[in-house]
């Protein structure tokens, strides 16, 4: 692989928010799980772990995830961040108005906004349905290295043209997640990956996000 290869896959790479119900090869995800677990790890313990569901198991984790968003209380494991600002506000709402306006919700359209909100918990559709936790002990460490298998697992899926979105929005109800899936206590949830087949012709999948140039994040020295 070359760097150009790379670069294609990074730029192809997006946040899919809406998908077929086609189900992705055993085979396939197995290859995408193999790939992703390459990436580095603090002194190599690979701290990820993953419940991953298919087929009806995921429809009805949909139904219970939506219904815990409508009517349960947000209680991340690892804490959201407490504030965005600067340029972070600025990416961060330039990012939700490019969704809002590729789906046709106007400016000032709570009840819209909320809606296109909730399709978070419906997993945009996905057939699939990754929840990653790290253990609690390797806190901040383990959480970062998750991080790395989180991208290396979308660009694996870039490469067999599966589509993903990384989600914190389902992490947020940690407490039901470890109920629903029986997720010890030792382990920190952090984040789920929704995946499947792009619905290529829907309008939340017309847009790309841009990314910050090079002078805006680099401090050189020497």
């Known amino acids: 692989m070359t760097l150009s290869d790379l ?24 290859q995408i799980l193999t790939s992703a677990a390459r990436v580095p790890s603090w002194c190599n313990a690979q701290p990820w772990h993953v419940v991953l569901t298919s087929g009806e198991e995921t429809d009805h984790f949909r139904e219970a995830m939506r219904n815990e968003a409508m009517t349960g209380a947000p209680a991340p494991d690892l804490p959201f961040p407490s504030s965005y600002s600067g340029v972070y506000q600025n990416r961060r709402r330039a990012c939700g108005w490019a969704l809002y306006k590729a789906v046709g919700v106007e400016r000032g359209d709570r009840t819209a906004s909320a809606r296109q909100m909730m399709e978070n918990f419906s997993l945009f559709g ?4 990754a929840i990653i936790t790290s253990p609690v002990e390797l806190g901040g460490y383990g959480a970062l290295d998750c991080g790395g298998f989180v991208t290396a697992f979308s660009l694996a899926a870039q490469a067999l043209g599966v589509a993903t979105i990384p989600q914190a929005a389902l992490a947020t109800y940690s407490p039901f997640l470890r109920r629903y899936f029986d997720i010890p206590d030792d382990r920190m949830i952090l984040c789920a990956i929704s995946f499947g087949y792009a619905d290529t012709d829907h309008p939340a999948n017309k847009f790309r996000t841009d990314r910050a140039d090079l002078s805006e994040i680099v401090e050189w020295v020497g």
């Open 126 to 129: 996905a057939p699939h349905c």
């Open 7 to 30: 670069n294609q896959l990074l730029t192809a790479r997006h946040s899919c928010r809406a998908f077929r119900s086609d189900p992705v090869p055993k085979e396939q995800i197995e």
